[in-house]
Protein backbone atom coordinates (compact mmCIF):
# COMPACT_ATOMS: atom_id res chain seq x y z
CA UNK A 1 0.00 0.00 0.00
CA UNK A 2 3.17 2.20 0.44
CA UNK A 3 4.35 1.76 -2.76
CA UNK A 4 1.45 4.03 -4.31
CA UNK A 5 2.06 6.59 -2.25
CA UNK A 6 5.85 7.10 -2.89
CA UNK A 7 7.11 9.22 -5.52
CA UNK A 8 9.45 7.89 -7.99
CA UNK A 9 11.72 10.28 -7.66
CA UNK A 10 13.35 11.18 -4.74
CA UNK A 11 14.38 14.88 -3.47
CA UNK A 12 17.40 15.92 -2.56
CA UNK A 13 17.42 17.76 0.55
CA UNK A 14 19.60 19.87 2.95
CA UNK A 15 19.89 18.53 6.12
CA UNK A 16 17.84 21.44 7.79
CA UNK A 17 14.74 20.19 5.81
CA UNK A 18 15.58 16.38 7.13
CA UNK A 19 15.02 17.69 10.71
CA UNK A 20 12.42 19.64 9.67
CA UNK A 21 10.63 16.76 8.29
CA UNK A 22 11.34 14.53 11.21
CA UNK A 23 9.46 16.65 13.29
CA UNK A 24 6.75 16.59 10.60
CA UNK A 25 6.79 12.69 10.62
CA UNK A 26 6.21 12.97 14.45
CA UNK A 27 3.53 14.62 14.27
CA UNK A 28 1.51 12.37 11.51
CA UNK A 29 2.34 9.40 13.64
CA UNK A 30 0.99 11.22 17.17
CA UNK A 31 -2.10 12.50 14.91
CA UNK A 32 -2.65 8.39 13.39
CA UNK A 33 -2.02 7.55 17.02
CA UNK A 34 -4.89 9.97 18.58
CA UNK A 35 -6.96 8.92 15.72
CA UNK A 36 -6.64 4.94 16.03
CA UNK A 37 -6.99 5.50 19.77
CA UNK A 38 -10.69 5.02 20.55
CA UNK A 39 -10.52 1.75 18.57
CA UNK A 40 -7.20 0.95 20.64
CA UNK A 41 -9.15 1.18 23.70
CA UNK A 42 -12.14 -0.16 22.43
CA UNK A 43 -10.21 -3.24 21.63
CA UNK A 44 -8.67 -3.29 24.82
CA UNK A 45 -11.62 -2.80 26.89
CA UNK A 46 -13.19 -5.99 24.98
CA UNK A 47 -10.63 -8.10 26.57
CA UNK A 48 -11.37 -6.47 30.33
CA UNK A 49 -14.08 -8.65 32.53
CA UNK A 50 -16.98 -6.37 33.13
CA UNK A 51 -16.38 -5.46 36.82
CA UNK A 52 -12.52 -3.75 35.25
CA UNK A 53 -13.81 -2.22 32.32
CA UNK A 54 -16.73 0.39 34.21
CA UNK A 55 -14.18 1.68 36.60
CA UNK A 56 -13.03 4.90 37.00
CA UNK A 57 -9.94 6.01 36.46
CA UNK A 58 -9.37 3.43 33.47
CA UNK A 59 -7.68 0.67 34.55
CA UNK A 60 -4.78 -0.25 31.85
CA UNK A 61 -3.10 -2.94 33.66
CA UNK A 62 -6.80 -5.26 34.24
CA UNK A 63 -6.55 -8.75 33.81
CA UNK A 64 -7.31 -9.70 30.37
CA UNK A 65 -10.47 -12.60 29.42
CA UNK A 66 -12.69 -13.34 26.33
CA UNK A 67 -15.74 -13.34 28.48
CA UNK A 68 -16.74 -10.34 26.74
CA UNK A 69 -16.47 -12.55 23.57
CA UNK A 70 -18.11 -15.44 25.03
CA UNK A 71 -21.22 -13.46 26.43
CA UNK A 72 -21.51 -11.47 22.85
CA UNK A 73 -21.57 -14.96 21.24
CA UNK A 74 -24.62 -16.16 23.32
CA UNK A 75 -22.73 -17.71 26.04
CA UNK A 76 -24.20 -15.53 29.17
CA UNK A 77 -28.43 -15.99 27.38
CA UNK A 78 -28.43 -13.05 25.70
CA UNK A 79 -29.87 -13.39 22.17
CA UNK A 80 -27.67 -15.16 19.90
CA UNK A 81 -25.73 -12.64 17.35
CA UNK A 82 -25.20 -15.31 14.71
CA UNK A 83 -28.67 -14.92 12.89
CA UNK A 84 -28.39 -11.47 12.58
CA UNK A 85 -24.80 -11.94 11.55
CA UNK A 86 -26.11 -14.47 8.45
CA UNK A 87 -28.89 -11.86 7.62
CA UNK A 88 -26.31 -8.96 6.97
CA UNK A 89 -23.95 -11.45 5.02
CA UNK A 90 -26.88 -12.66 3.24
CA UNK A 91 -28.15 -9.20 3.00
CA UNK A 92 -24.56 -7.94 1.31
CA UNK A 93 -23.39 -10.61 -0.93
CA UNK A 94 -26.80 -11.32 -2.76
CA UNK A 95 -27.64 -7.40 -3.02
CA UNK A 96 -23.97 -7.23 -3.96
CA UNK A 97 -24.50 -9.76 -7.28
CA UNK A 98 -27.49 -8.44 -8.09
CA UNK A 99 -25.86 -4.73 -8.15
CA UNK A 100 -23.25 -6.49 -10.78
CA UNK A 101 -25.64 -7.78 -12.85
CA UNK A 102 -27.66 -4.62 -13.06
CA UNK A 103 -24.88 -2.42 -13.16
CA UNK A 104 -22.19 -4.24 -15.40
CA UNK A 105 -24.20 -4.50 -18.84
CA UNK A 106 -25.78 -0.50 -18.19
CA UNK A 107 -21.75 0.58 -17.88
CA UNK A 108 -21.05 -1.28 -20.89
CA UNK A 109 -23.62 0.51 -22.55
CA UNK A 110 -22.07 4.14 -20.90
CA UNK A 111 -18.61 3.28 -22.07
CA UNK A 112 -17.54 1.36 -24.48
CA UNK A 113 -20.49 1.51 -26.57
CA UNK A 114 -21.92 4.54 -25.42
CA UNK A 115 -25.57 5.75 -26.18
CA UNK A 116 -26.41 8.60 -27.05
CA UNK A 117 -26.27 11.02 -24.44
CA UNK A 118 -24.78 9.23 -22.15
CA UNK A 119 -23.37 11.39 -19.81
CA UNK A 120 -27.48 12.57 -19.06
CA UNK A 121 -27.92 9.49 -18.16
CA UNK A 122 -24.88 8.82 -15.60
CA UNK A 123 -26.05 12.07 -14.35
CA UNK A 124 -29.60 10.75 -13.31
CA UNK A 125 -28.08 7.70 -11.68
CA UNK A 126 -26.37 10.14 -9.64
CA UNK A 127 -29.29 12.21 -8.84
CA UNK A 128 -30.76 9.28 -7.28
CA UNK A 129 -27.95 8.91 -4.95
CA UNK A 130 -29.14 12.61 -3.71
CA UNK A 131 -32.95 11.20 -3.27
CA UNK A 132 -32.98 11.14 0.72
CA UNK A 133 -33.61 7.64 1.73
CA UNK A 134 -36.61 9.10 4.05
CA UNK A 135 -38.23 10.28 0.87
CA UNK A 136 -39.62 6.75 0.01
CA UNK A 137 -39.39 5.12 3.43
CA UNK A 138 -42.82 5.25 4.61
CA UNK A 139 -44.71 3.89 0.87
CA UNK A 140 -42.21 1.28 0.78
CA UNK A 141 -43.14 0.56 4.41
CA UNK A 142 -46.63 0.34 3.65
CA UNK A 143 -46.38 -2.26 0.63
CA UNK A 144 -43.80 -4.41 2.68
CA UNK A 145 -47.04 -4.64 5.26
CA UNK A 146 -49.19 -4.76 2.62
CA UNK A 147 -47.89 -7.71 0.95
CA UNK A 148 -46.47 -9.34 3.97
CA UNK A 149 -42.47 -8.60 3.43
CA UNK A 150 -42.22 -7.07 6.43
CA UNK A 151 -39.47 -9.04 8.42
CA UNK A 152 -38.36 -10.53 5.19
CA UNK A 153 -34.32 -10.42 4.58
CA UNK A 154 -35.21 -10.34 0.51
CA UNK A 155 -36.75 -7.08 0.81
CA UNK A 156 -33.75 -5.43 1.99
CA UNK A 157 -31.90 -7.39 -0.75
CA UNK A 158 -34.09 -4.85 -3.08
CA UNK A 159 -33.28 -2.00 -1.46
CA UNK A 160 -30.07 -2.22 -1.06
CA UNK A 161 -29.51 -2.84 -4.33
CA UNK A 162 -31.00 0.18 -5.32
CA UNK A 163 -28.78 2.03 -2.75
CA UNK A 164 -25.55 0.96 -3.96
CA UNK A 165 -26.66 0.54 -8.11
CA UNK A 166 -25.91 4.45 -9.03
CA UNK A 167 -22.46 4.12 -7.24
CA UNK A 168 -21.64 1.22 -8.72
CA UNK A 169 -22.84 2.08 -12.49
CA UNK A 170 -20.78 5.28 -11.67
CA UNK A 171 -17.45 3.36 -10.62
CA UNK A 172 -17.61 1.13 -13.29
CA UNK A 173 -18.68 3.35 -16.37
CA UNK A 174 -15.01 5.22 -15.07
CA UNK A 175 -13.07 1.49 -15.05
CA UNK A 176 -14.74 0.05 -17.95
CA UNK A 177 -13.82 3.44 -20.13
CA UNK A 178 -10.01 2.56 -18.89
CA UNK A 179 -10.22 -0.47 -21.85
CA UNK A 180 -8.78 1.19 -24.78
CA UNK A 181 -11.18 1.35 -27.91
CA UNK A 182 -8.53 0.47 -30.39
CA UNK A 183 -8.59 -3.24 -28.29
CA UNK A 184 -11.25 -4.10 -28.66
CA UNK A 185 -11.72 -2.98 -32.89
CA UNK A 186 -8.79 -4.75 -33.37
CA UNK A 187 -10.30 -8.21 -31.84
CA UNK A 188 -13.38 -7.32 -33.96
CA UNK A 189 -11.28 -7.41 -36.89
CA UNK A 190 -9.82 -10.66 -36.26
CA UNK A 191 -13.39 -11.86 -36.03
CA UNK A 192 -13.59 -12.66 -31.84
CA UNK A 193 -17.69 -12.50 -31.02
CA UNK A 194 -18.77 -10.39 -28.14
CA UNK A 195 -18.77 -12.84 -25.44
CA UNK A 196 -14.89 -13.23 -26.33
CA UNK A 197 -14.14 -9.82 -26.41
CA UNK A 198 -15.86 -9.33 -22.96
CA UNK A 199 -14.16 -12.28 -21.67
CA UNK A 200 -10.42 -11.96 -23.15
CA UNK A 201 -10.70 -8.33 -23.64
CA UNK A 202 -12.47 -6.39 -21.76
CA UNK A 203 -12.43 -8.62 -18.40
CA UNK A 204 -8.87 -8.51 -17.37
CA UNK A 205 -8.56 -4.70 -17.65
CA UNK A 206 -11.46 -4.06 -15.77
CA UNK A 207 -11.39 -7.07 -13.01
CA UNK A 208 -9.67 -4.97 -10.26
CA UNK A 209 -12.49 -2.36 -10.80
CA UNK A 210 -15.35 -4.62 -10.26
CA UNK A 211 -13.76 -6.11 -7.00
CA UNK A 212 -13.38 -2.87 -5.82
CA UNK A 213 -16.65 -1.66 -6.91
CA UNK A 214 -17.91 -4.80 -5.08
CA UNK A 215 -16.40 -4.41 -2.45
CA UNK A 216 -17.85 -0.80 -1.67
CA UNK A 217 -21.51 -2.26 -2.04
CA UNK A 218 -20.97 -4.76 0.46
CA UNK A 219 -19.81 -2.71 3.06
CA UNK A 220 -22.08 0.17 2.24
CA UNK A 221 -25.17 -2.92 2.82
CA UNK A 222 -23.28 -4.43 5.82
CA UNK A 223 -23.44 -0.55 7.85
CA UNK A 224 -26.93 -0.01 6.32
CA UNK A 225 -29.18 1.16 9.53
CA UNK A 226 -32.30 3.12 8.63
CA UNK A 227 -33.43 0.41 5.92
CA UNK A 228 -33.22 -2.76 8.15
CA UNK A 229 -34.24 -0.78 11.47
CA UNK A 230 -37.52 0.23 10.19
CA UNK A 231 -38.47 -2.61 7.79
CA UNK A 232 -36.95 -6.12 9.83
CA UNK A 233 -37.74 -7.06 13.10
CA UNK A 234 -37.04 -10.09 14.28
CA UNK A 235 -36.49 -12.67 11.79
CA UNK A 236 -34.29 -10.64 9.55
CA UNK A 237 -32.81 -8.56 11.69
CA UNK A 238 -29.14 -7.75 10.64
CA UNK A 239 -26.10 -6.94 12.64
CA UNK A 240 -25.94 -3.00 12.41
CA UNK A 241 -29.56 -4.06 14.51
CA UNK A 242 -28.83 -6.35 16.55
CA UNK A 243 -25.97 -3.49 17.58
CA UNK A 244 -28.50 -1.17 18.47
CA UNK A 245 -30.16 -3.82 21.09
CA UNK A 246 -26.70 -2.57 23.21
CA UNK A 247 -27.88 1.51 22.74
CA UNK A 248 -29.32 2.00 26.54
CA UNK A 249 -27.44 -0.94 28.13
CA UNK A 250 -26.37 1.14 31.17
CA UNK A 251 -22.50 0.40 32.07
CA UNK A 252 -23.52 -3.54 32.30
CA UNK A 253 -22.11 -5.16 29.32
CA UNK A 254 -19.58 -2.59 28.50
CA UNK A 255 -16.96 -5.18 27.73
CA UNK A 256 -19.64 -6.91 26.05
CA UNK A 257 -20.50 -3.52 23.61
CA UNK A 258 -16.80 -3.67 22.73
CA UNK A 259 -16.61 -6.99 21.62
CA UNK A 260 -19.48 -6.85 19.60
CA UNK A 261 -19.16 -3.74 17.99
CA UNK A 262 -15.35 -4.88 16.87
CA UNK A 263 -16.75 -8.62 15.88
CA UNK A 264 -19.47 -7.00 13.79
CA UNK A 265 -16.73 -4.42 11.90
CA UNK A 266 -14.10 -6.80 11.28
CA UNK A 267 -15.80 -7.56 7.49
CA UNK A 268 -15.37 -4.46 6.91
CA UNK A 269 -12.34 -3.37 8.62
CA UNK A 270 -10.64 -6.11 6.87
CA UNK A 271 -12.07 -5.68 3.21
CA UNK A 272 -11.35 -1.80 3.75
CA UNK A 273 -7.84 -2.26 4.98
CA UNK A 274 -7.39 -5.11 1.99
CA UNK A 275 -8.11 -2.41 -0.84
CA UNK A 276 -7.31 1.03 0.83
CA UNK A 277 -6.79 3.13 -2.61
CA UNK A 278 -9.23 1.04 -4.68
CA UNK A 279 -11.65 2.45 -1.69
CA UNK A 280 -10.56 6.19 -2.21
CA UNK A 281 -11.06 5.32 -6.18
CA UNK A 282 -14.53 4.13 -5.57
CA UNK A 283 -15.88 5.98 -3.27
CA UNK A 284 -15.07 9.81 -5.07
CA UNK A 285 -16.86 7.49 -7.88
CA UNK A 286 -13.28 7.20 -10.16
CA UNK A 287 -12.76 11.03 -10.53
CA UNK A 288 -9.48 10.65 -8.52
CA UNK A 289 -7.22 8.44 -9.59
CA UNK B 1 -35.67 13.59 -12.30
CA UNK B 2 -33.61 13.66 -15.61
CA UNK B 3 -35.48 10.56 -17.02
CA UNK B 4 -34.14 8.48 -20.20
CA UNK B 5 -33.13 11.04 -22.58
CA UNK B 6 -32.42 9.02 -25.25
CA UNK B 7 -36.23 8.30 -26.35
CA UNK B 8 -37.07 11.22 -27.76
CA UNK B 9 -35.13 10.88 -30.74
CA UNK B 10 -36.75 7.45 -32.34
CA UNK B 11 -40.47 8.80 -32.25
CA UNK B 12 -40.26 11.69 -35.22
CA UNK B 13 -38.90 9.28 -37.38
CA UNK B 14 -41.49 6.35 -37.34
CA UNK B 15 -43.50 8.98 -39.81
CA UNK B 16 -40.98 8.62 -42.48
CA UNK B 17 -40.64 4.89 -44.14
CA UNK B 18 -40.52 2.55 -41.75
CA UNK B 19 -38.95 -0.33 -44.06
CA UNK B 20 -35.29 1.28 -44.43
CA UNK B 21 -34.87 2.60 -40.97
CA UNK B 22 -35.87 -0.55 -38.79
CA UNK B 23 -32.24 -1.76 -38.76
CA UNK B 24 -31.14 1.39 -37.83
CA UNK B 25 -33.60 1.46 -34.89
CA UNK B 26 -32.75 -2.24 -33.67
CA UNK B 27 -29.58 -1.40 -33.70
CA UNK B 28 -29.91 1.42 -31.36
CA UNK B 29 -31.94 -0.11 -29.19
CA UNK B 30 -29.34 -2.82 -29.36
CA UNK B 31 -26.94 -0.62 -27.73
CA UNK B 32 -29.74 0.77 -25.21
CA UNK B 33 -30.86 -2.53 -24.00
CA UNK B 34 -28.25 -3.06 -21.77
CA UNK B 35 -29.07 0.16 -19.76
CA UNK B 36 -32.55 -0.78 -19.23
CA UNK B 37 -32.54 -3.42 -16.78
CA UNK B 38 -30.59 -0.72 -14.29
CA UNK B 39 -32.89 1.90 -15.35
CA UNK B 40 -36.29 0.53 -14.66
CA UNK B 41 -34.94 -1.05 -11.29
CA UNK B 42 -34.05 2.92 -10.19
CA UNK B 43 -37.11 4.23 -11.45
CA UNK B 44 -39.58 1.70 -10.09
CA UNK B 45 -37.19 1.35 -6.71
CA UNK B 46 -36.83 4.71 -6.07
CA UNK B 47 -38.96 7.01 -7.78
CA UNK B 48 -42.16 5.41 -7.28
CA UNK B 49 -42.26 5.55 -3.28
CA UNK B 50 -41.55 9.23 -3.74
CA UNK B 51 -44.24 9.80 -6.20
CA UNK B 52 -46.44 7.78 -3.64
CA UNK B 53 -44.83 10.10 -0.63
CA UNK B 54 -46.03 12.92 -2.72
CA UNK B 55 -49.31 11.70 -3.14
CA UNK B 56 -49.85 11.04 1.12
CA UNK B 57 -48.75 14.19 2.04
CA UNK B 58 -51.85 15.71 0.61
CA UNK B 59 -53.64 13.56 2.97
CA UNK B 60 -54.28 13.52 6.85
CA UNK B 61 -53.57 10.39 7.55
CA UNK B 62 -52.94 8.88 10.91
CA UNK B 63 -51.50 4.89 10.53
CA UNK B 64 -53.52 4.52 14.00
CA UNK B 65 -56.84 5.47 12.67
CA UNK B 66 -56.83 4.03 9.13
CA UNK B 67 -60.62 4.86 8.66
CA UNK B 68 -60.60 8.43 9.26
CA UNK B 69 -58.31 8.95 5.87
CA UNK B 70 -59.30 12.16 4.55
CA UNK B 71 -58.12 14.72 1.87
CA UNK B 72 -55.98 17.45 3.30
CA UNK B 73 -55.02 19.75 0.80
CA UNK B 74 -51.97 21.67 1.69
CA UNK B 75 -52.65 21.41 5.79
CA UNK B 76 -49.56 19.14 6.57
CA UNK B 77 -47.29 21.19 4.78
CA UNK B 78 -48.49 24.30 6.80
CA UNK B 79 -48.35 22.10 9.94
CA UNK B 80 -45.23 20.89 8.93
CA UNK B 81 -43.73 24.44 8.33
CA UNK B 82 -44.94 26.41 11.26
CA UNK B 83 -44.08 22.85 13.70
CA UNK B 84 -41.35 24.46 15.90
CA UNK B 85 -39.78 21.21 16.22
CA UNK B 86 -39.48 20.67 12.52
CA UNK B 87 -37.89 24.01 12.39
CA UNK B 88 -35.45 23.07 14.72
CA UNK B 89 -34.51 20.25 12.49
CA UNK B 90 -33.96 22.02 9.71
CA UNK B 91 -31.91 23.73 11.48
CA UNK B 92 -29.53 21.15 13.03
CA UNK B 93 -29.30 19.36 9.46
CA UNK B 94 -27.82 22.38 8.52
CA UNK B 95 -26.08 23.12 11.38
CA UNK B 96 -24.58 19.57 11.84
CA UNK B 97 -23.69 18.91 8.08
CA UNK B 98 -22.13 22.63 7.31
CA UNK B 99 -19.51 21.94 10.53
CA UNK B 100 -19.07 18.11 9.98
CA UNK B 101 -18.04 18.53 6.44
CA UNK B 102 -15.92 21.82 6.68
CA UNK B 103 -14.13 20.08 10.29
CA UNK B 104 -13.33 16.93 8.88
CA UNK B 105 -11.76 18.47 5.54
CA UNK B 106 -9.83 20.96 7.61
CA UNK B 107 -8.84 18.64 9.39
CA UNK B 108 -7.90 16.07 6.57
CA UNK B 109 -6.56 18.52 4.61
CA UNK B 110 -3.72 19.04 7.30
CA UNK B 111 -2.95 15.46 7.85
CA UNK B 112 -2.90 14.73 3.77
CA UNK B 113 0.03 17.35 3.60
CA UNK B 114 1.63 15.77 6.47
CA UNK B 115 0.96 12.09 5.12
CA UNK B 116 2.40 13.53 1.71
CA UNK B 117 5.98 13.49 2.34
CA UNK B 118 8.09 10.58 3.20
CA UNK B 119 9.12 9.43 6.29
CA UNK B 120 9.61 5.90 8.25
CA UNK B 121 5.93 3.93 8.95
CA UNK B 122 3.96 6.13 6.66
CA UNK B 123 1.88 3.41 5.45
CA UNK B 124 1.26 2.17 9.28
CA UNK B 125 0.03 5.86 10.00
CA UNK B 126 -2.37 5.82 7.01
CA UNK B 127 -3.83 2.47 7.70
CA UNK B 128 -3.95 3.97 11.19
CA UNK B 129 -5.91 6.82 10.16
CA UNK B 130 -8.40 5.02 8.04
CA UNK B 131 -9.72 2.40 10.42
CA UNK B 132 -12.41 5.15 12.00
CA UNK B 133 -13.78 5.24 8.36
CA UNK B 134 -14.16 1.42 8.31
CA UNK B 135 -15.87 0.90 11.87
CA UNK B 136 -19.50 0.21 11.37
CA UNK B 137 -21.00 3.91 11.71
CA UNK B 138 -23.61 2.01 14.59
CA UNK B 139 -20.68 0.46 16.27
CA UNK B 140 -18.54 3.92 16.19
CA UNK B 141 -21.40 5.64 17.12
CA UNK B 142 -21.67 3.35 20.29
CA UNK B 143 -17.66 3.84 21.19
CA UNK B 144 -18.48 7.44 21.45
CA UNK B 145 -21.51 7.07 23.51
CA UNK B 146 -20.29 4.14 26.09
CA UNK B 147 -16.42 4.08 25.75
CA UNK B 148 -15.86 7.69 25.44
CA UNK B 149 -18.51 10.02 26.26
CA UNK B 150 -19.97 7.67 29.43
CA UNK B 151 -19.72 10.33 32.61
CA UNK B 152 -18.84 7.65 35.14
CA UNK B 153 -16.19 5.40 33.63
CA UNK B 154 -15.75 6.69 30.02
CA UNK B 155 -11.89 7.32 28.60
CA UNK B 156 -12.45 11.32 28.43
CA UNK B 157 -13.44 11.68 31.81
CA UNK B 158 -10.92 8.68 32.65
CA UNK B 159 -7.82 11.10 31.20
CA UNK B 160 -9.66 14.07 33.17
CA UNK B 161 -9.18 11.50 36.36
CA UNK B 162 -5.61 11.07 35.42
CA UNK B 163 -4.58 14.31 35.20
CA UNK B 164 -6.28 16.00 37.87
CA UNK B 165 -6.65 13.46 40.09
CA UNK B 166 -9.84 12.72 42.11
CA UNK B 167 -11.09 16.31 42.14
CA UNK B 168 -11.15 16.61 38.55
CA UNK B 169 -14.43 17.34 36.94
CA UNK B 170 -16.43 14.99 35.76
CA UNK B 171 -18.47 16.37 32.96
CA UNK B 172 -21.16 14.53 31.24
CA UNK B 173 -20.62 15.24 27.43
CA UNK B 174 -23.56 14.19 25.70
CA UNK B 175 -26.16 16.01 28.09
CA UNK B 176 -23.70 18.86 28.07
CA UNK B 177 -23.35 19.71 24.66
CA UNK B 178 -25.05 16.74 22.81
CA UNK B 179 -25.27 18.50 19.44
CA UNK B 180 -21.17 18.53 19.45
CA UNK B 181 -21.07 15.06 20.73
CA UNK B 182 -22.74 13.66 17.56
CA UNK B 183 -20.53 16.18 15.09
CA UNK B 184 -16.97 15.26 17.12
CA UNK B 185 -18.05 11.27 16.39
CA UNK B 186 -18.99 11.93 12.80
CA UNK B 187 -15.83 14.20 12.45
CA UNK B 188 -13.85 11.29 13.69
CA UNK B 189 -15.25 9.66 11.01
CA UNK B 190 -15.50 11.56 7.83
CA UNK B 191 -11.86 12.88 8.45
CA UNK B 192 -10.26 10.03 6.92
CA UNK B 193 -12.24 10.06 3.98
CA UNK B 194 -11.28 13.59 3.02
CA UNK B 195 -7.56 13.04 4.04
CA UNK B 196 -8.20 10.01 1.61
CA UNK B 197 -9.22 11.88 -1.44
CA UNK B 198 -7.29 15.30 -0.32
CA UNK B 199 -3.58 13.03 -0.67
CA UNK B 200 -5.00 10.94 -3.80
CA UNK B 201 -5.31 15.28 -4.99
CA UNK B 202 -1.69 15.91 -3.64
CA UNK B 203 -0.29 13.08 -5.32
CA UNK B 204 -1.32 14.10 -8.55
CA UNK B 205 0.37 17.41 -8.01
CA UNK B 206 3.29 18.24 -11.08
CA UNK B 207 6.19 18.20 -8.41
CA UNK B 208 8.41 19.96 -11.05
CA UNK B 209 6.13 23.29 -10.87
CA UNK B 210 6.58 23.06 -7.16
CA UNK B 211 10.81 22.46 -7.35
CA UNK B 212 10.61 25.57 -10.19
CA UNK B 213 8.37 27.76 -7.41
CA UNK B 214 10.37 27.15 -4.75
CA UNK B 215 13.64 27.83 -7.21
CA UNK B 216 12.38 31.16 -7.88
CA UNK B 217 12.24 31.41 -3.94
CA UNK B 218 8.48 30.77 -3.14
CA UNK B 219 7.95 29.66 0.88
CA UNK B 220 5.92 27.00 2.18
CA UNK B 221 3.04 29.36 2.50
CA UNK B 222 3.39 30.57 -0.65
CA UNK B 223 3.59 27.06 -2.85
CA UNK B 224 0.41 25.90 -0.35
CA UNK B 225 -1.70 28.78 -1.03
CA UNK B 226 -0.91 29.71 -4.86
CA UNK B 227 0.06 26.44 -5.91
CA UNK B 228 -1.19 23.49 -3.46
CA UNK B 229 -4.79 25.03 -3.14
CA UNK B 230 -5.65 25.96 -6.33
CA UNK B 231 -4.64 22.21 -7.50
CA UNK B 232 -6.61 20.66 -4.85
CA UNK B 233 -10.14 22.78 -5.43
CA UNK B 234 -11.72 20.23 -7.46
CA UNK B 235 -10.52 17.54 -4.92
CA UNK B 236 -12.05 20.06 -2.01
CA UNK B 237 -15.56 20.18 -4.20
CA UNK B 238 -15.63 16.42 -4.68
CA UNK B 239 -15.04 15.78 -0.61
CA UNK B 240 -17.60 18.43 0.38
CA UNK B 241 -20.12 17.19 -2.10
CA UNK B 242 -19.92 13.55 -1.19
CA UNK B 243 -19.81 14.35 2.34
CA UNK B 244 -22.72 16.29 2.35
CA UNK B 245 -24.66 13.65 0.71
CA UNK B 246 -23.76 11.01 3.31
CA UNK B 247 -23.84 13.77 6.41
CA UNK B 248 -27.22 15.36 5.29
CA UNK B 249 -29.11 12.17 5.45
CA UNK B 250 -27.00 10.75 8.77
CA UNK B 251 -29.43 8.75 11.17
CA UNK B 252 -27.06 6.17 12.69
CA UNK B 253 -25.36 8.41 15.11
CA UNK B 254 -28.23 10.79 15.98
CA UNK B 255 -30.15 7.44 16.51
CA UNK B 256 -27.35 5.97 18.84
CA UNK B 257 -26.20 8.74 20.62
CA UNK B 258 -28.79 10.48 21.57
CA UNK B 259 -32.15 8.90 20.13
CA UNK B 260 -32.82 12.83 18.41
CA UNK B 261 -33.37 14.08 22.06
CA UNK B 262 -32.05 17.08 23.17
CA UNK B 263 -32.16 19.06 20.17
CA UNK B 264 -29.96 17.08 18.05
CA UNK B 265 -33.15 15.71 15.76
CA UNK B 266 -32.10 16.05 12.29
CA UNK B 267 -34.19 15.77 9.07
CA UNK B 268 -34.22 11.82 8.68
CA UNK B 269 -34.38 11.40 12.68
CA UNK B 270 -38.00 13.28 12.25
CA UNK B 271 -39.37 11.80 9.45
CA UNK B 272 -38.30 8.52 11.05
CA UNK B 273 -40.02 9.26 14.45
CA UNK B 274 -43.31 10.72 12.90
CA UNK B 275 -44.37 8.33 11.20
CA UNK B 276 -42.36 5.05 13.10
CA UNK B 277 -43.53 6.23 16.04
CA UNK B 278 -46.56 8.64 15.74
CA UNK B 279 -47.81 6.91 12.44
CA UNK B 280 -48.31 10.44 11.59
CA UNK B 281 -47.89 9.16 7.81
CA UNK B 282 -49.41 12.69 6.20
CA UNK B 283 -47.27 14.78 8.52
CA UNK B 284 -44.13 12.48 7.78
CA UNK B 285 -44.69 12.49 3.79
CA UNK B 286 -45.04 16.30 3.93
CA UNK B 287 -41.67 16.77 5.72
CA UNK B 288 -40.29 14.70 3.37
CA UNK B 289 -41.07 16.33 0.16
CA UNK B 290 -39.57 19.05 2.37
CA UNK B 291 -36.29 17.34 2.49
CA UNK B 292 -36.43 16.56 -0.90
CA UNK B 293 -36.95 20.18 -2.83
CA UNK B 294 -34.28 21.31 0.21
CA UNK B 295 -32.13 18.48 -1.47
CA UNK B 296 -32.60 19.05 -4.80
CA UNK B 297 -31.81 22.73 -4.52
CA UNK B 298 -28.37 21.26 -3.30
CA UNK B 299 -28.23 18.59 -5.44
CA UNK B 300 -28.70 21.18 -8.60
CA UNK B 301 -25.93 22.86 -7.30
CA UNK B 302 -23.64 20.10 -6.92
CA UNK B 303 -24.25 17.98 -10.11
CA UNK B 304 -23.15 21.63 -11.40
CA UNK B 305 -19.99 21.08 -9.37
CA UNK B 306 -19.50 17.46 -10.20
CA UNK B 307 -20.07 18.40 -13.93
CA UNK B 308 -17.37 20.45 -14.13
CA UNK B 309 -15.18 17.50 -11.85
CA UNK B 310 -16.17 15.03 -15.18
CA UNK B 311 -15.72 17.87 -17.97
CA UNK B 312 -12.56 16.55 -19.15
CA UNK B 313 -13.92 12.70 -18.98
CA UNK B 314 -17.55 13.96 -20.56
CA UNK B 315 -15.57 15.36 -23.88
CA UNK B 316 -14.85 11.59 -24.61
CA UNK B 317 -17.69 10.88 -26.57
Known amino acids: MSTAVTRDKPRTRTPLKIRGSAGLGLAAWLAGILFFLPIAWMALTSFHSEEDAATNPPSLAASLTLDGYRDFFGAGGGASPWPSLINSTVASVASTLLVLLLALPAAYALSIRPVKKWTDVLFFFLSTKMLPVVAGLLPIYLFAKNTDMLDNIWLLVILYTSMNLPIAVWMMQSFLAEVPVAIIEAAQIDGARLPTILTRVVAPIALPGIAATSLICFIFSWNELLFARVLTGVVAQTAPVFLTGFITSQGLFLAKVCAASLVISLPVLAAGFAAQDKLVQGLSLGAVK | ?317
Open chain 2, 1 to 317: MTATASTPTVAPKTARAPGPKAPGRLRAWATRAPLLPALIFMVVVTQLPFVATLVISFFDWNALYPDARSFAGLDNYSEVLTDPDLRKSVLTTIVLTATVVIASLVIGLGLALLLDRRFRGRGVVRTLLIAPFLLVPVAAALLWKHVLYNPEYGLFNGLLHWVGGDGATQPDWVSNTPLIAIEASLIWQWTPFMMLILLAGLQSRDSELVEAARMDGAGPWQVFRYLTLPHLRRYLELGSLLGSIYIVQNFDAVFTITSGGLGTANLPYTVYQSFYQAHENGLASAAGVLVVIGSLIIATFALRVVSSLFREEASRS
